[in-house]
């Protein structure tokens, strides 16, 4: 039976995807993340919208079970087609395959570092997204277990691949929804900077966790009040996150007592002018130290709708500015421009 591919496809008629969840429930996927003359285990959805339409529909165009062609493949890249969609339903399948995916990409040596680092990076992301949207699930064994496997699989590409997988996570960063890139760049960056500065990988991994979900307290928060862009004032509601994210994740069990002071702490500077306890240097959890330095860069390079992304040298000097006031940690600071000079 023919499929939707099978057929010519114009390409004014599918839209590129708009950021994060569609209506209905319909969740972006990347179509570098499908291997192609293999089974797909859920419906793939392409986006299309006709002449005349207001809204666009979701077309069936590879169902459960059947191969994605490569032929199929080649069409939507000569298209320039980049996105699928899957239904929010199919998402513990979607994970499952791209589980199977990384089984296959991560041990073969003849892939290149970026092919291996945007797979987990996507998986991850959307690991992040389920786990972000579903907050009576939230520190579920399965998930977390998942969550675990997938920061051992980089923190063991950053080990054993060194500098070509320290500048692959400096690069693969991308822009998309505010809150959940900006969790899996900064977990990604913080796994290249701690295995730089030579941690364990069990001491790796808990730093993972804890950079991947320190911003989870502004789940709770209206979605339009979740802007980086935002000016800070006194009384910013998006500044009740950190006690938030801490008591969410002291409910979670297993967690190290550090891993909860980065979501409570990643916000104080070292001379008490940050947020919520207004402490100094010395009162603040060396965990959080790092992570205050890796949410403040990861923010300054990746830009807002009020500021351009930064390069990594302007981030740098605009940190070593605030640096004068003493906020950031001195020893990791330094050690984090260690790092970058080396990517």
């Not at 298209?79 to 990409?105: M, P």
């Not at 364990?200 to 209206?222: E, N, P, S």
């Not at 500077?269 to 940050?274: I, L, T, V």
Request: aromatic share 10%; net charge neutral.
């Amino acid at each position: 039976m023919k499929q939707l591919l099978d057929h010519d496809l114009k390409s004014s008629r599918i839209i590129a995807p708009a950021i994060g969840e569609e209506k209905g429930g319909f969740i972006p996927l990347p179509l570098r993340n499908l291997r192609p003359d293999e089974e797909i285990s859920f419906d793939i959805l392409l986006k299309v919208k006709t002449k005349g339409e207001k809204e666009p529909r979701f077309i069936p165009a590879c169902p459960q079970g059947e191969i994605f062609k490569e032929e199929w493949y080649k069409k939507l890249q000569a298209l320039d087609i980049q996105w699928l969609y899957y239904s929010q339903d199919d998402e513990e399948k979607v994970l499952e395959y791209l589980d199977r995916c990384l089984e296959k990409v991560l041990p073969d040596e003849d892939r290149e570092p970026e092919e291996k680092v945007t797979l987990l990076y996507d998986t991850t992301l959307i690991w992040v997204r389920s786990f972000f949207s579903s907050v009576e699930q939230v520190g579920s064994a399965p998930q977390m277990f998942r969550a675990l496997r997938l920061i051992d699989s980089l923190f063991d590409l950053m080990k054993g691949g060194g500098v070509d997988y320290y500048r692959s996570i400096l690069d693969i960063r991308r822009a998309g929804h505010v809150l959940y890139n900006h969790s899996i760049n900064v977990c990604f960056l913080g796994l290249a900077f701690v295995s730089f500065m030579g941690w364990d990988a069990q001491k790796a991994q808990d730093f993972g966790v804890g950079a991947m979900l320190h911003d989870i307290g502004l789940i709770h928060l209206k979605p339009e009040l979740v802007h980086k862009a935002a000016r800070r004032s006194a009384d910013r509601p998006t500044d009740s996150h950190p006690a938030m994210g801490y008591k969410m994740l002291a409910n979670m069990s297993g967690l190290r007592r550090e891993v909860r002071y980065m979501a409570l702490q990643h916000h104080e500077n070292g001379d008490g002018s940050g947020y919520p306890g207004g402490l100094k240097i010395n009162a603040i959890d060396p965990w959080a130290r790092v992570l205050r330095i890796l949410d403040h860069y990861e923010t300054l390079t990746s830009g807002n709708s009020r500021k351009r992304p930064l390069s990594s040298k302007e981030a740098l000097k605009e940190m070593a500015a605030l640096q004068e006031r003493k906020i950031f940690d001195l020893n990791y600071f330094m050690n984090f421009i260690k790092f970058t000079g080396k990517t």
